[in-house]
């Protein structure tokens, strides 16, 4: 019988190998859309076989599943952690969101002239037709995640003072929520994130100034 230590090494070797997979994948995912890779894509890039592939998801609708579920969730986790932990102006929020776009930007273009696709949740709209329900289900979490969060974020500056009581909460949500959706095609459109960071100064400067709160100094 295998000791417990020996088979926990085999899990984690497993696990491992497994993780790499979908990491490999994931970027794939991201750069190519669902018809671009294969598993021998995979295979190749981490040095293992196709059979080990389909060993760990069977087959490529089932590591789509995965990889769907893994992007909304990471989507809403990351906009929790902008929009609604901490107690943070709404200012420094905005900039946190952008220092997030900007890091997977340029985690998918070396270079401005690239234009790649680097969103992932971008990715999965270009890919409807094709995936479905699963992703229809998904963006629409990340939707509401954006809602709920920013709503936060708004309500909290107007209690600290930063936006004055009678700002439209639900305007400046659509506002900010439509944007930051529609980040992701600018980049391919101009082959710089420097449009993105233009609009979020734009967005700090109009939205936020057009009701300033009482406790925010002036610029």
């Known amino acids: 019988m295998a000791t417990g230590g020996s088979a926990g090494s085999v899990e984690d070797t497993s696990t491992t190998t497994r993780d790499r997979i979908k990491a490999v994948a994931a970027e ?126 708004v309500m909290q500056a107007i209690a600290s003072g930063e936006l004055r009581a009678e700002t439209p909460i639900d305007d400046v949500v659509r506002i900010f929520r439509v944007t930051l959706l529609s980040c992701p095609p600018m980049t391919q459109d101009t082959g710089s994130f420097k449009e993105i960071a233009r609009l979020f100064d734009a967005l700090a400067h109009s939205v936020l100034a057009a009701w300033k709160g009482p406790h925010q100094p002036d610029s």
Not at 57 to 67: A, D, I, T
Not at 104 to 113: A, I, L
């Open 28 to 153: 794939l995912y991201v750069l190519r859309g669902h018809d671009g890779f294969s598993f021998g894509d995979i295979a190749g890039a981490i040095g293992t076989t196709r059979a080990n592939i389909h060993h760990h998801f069977g087959n490529k609708r089932q590591l789509m599943e995965e990889l769907i579920e893994d992007i909304a969730s990471n989507a809403q986790a990351r906009i929790e952690r902008y929009w609604m932990a901490g107690n943070l102006t709404f200012a420094k929020r905005l900039a946190m969101q952008l220092d997030d776009l900007q890091s997977y930007y340029q985690k998918f273009n070396k270079t401005d002239e690239d234009r790649h696709v680097w969103s992932p949740i971008s990715r999965l709209r270009h890919d409807l037709p094709l995936l479905g329900a699963e992703a229809v289900r998904a963006l629409e979490r990340v939707n509401r995640k954006y809602d709920v969060c920013l709503r936060h974020a």
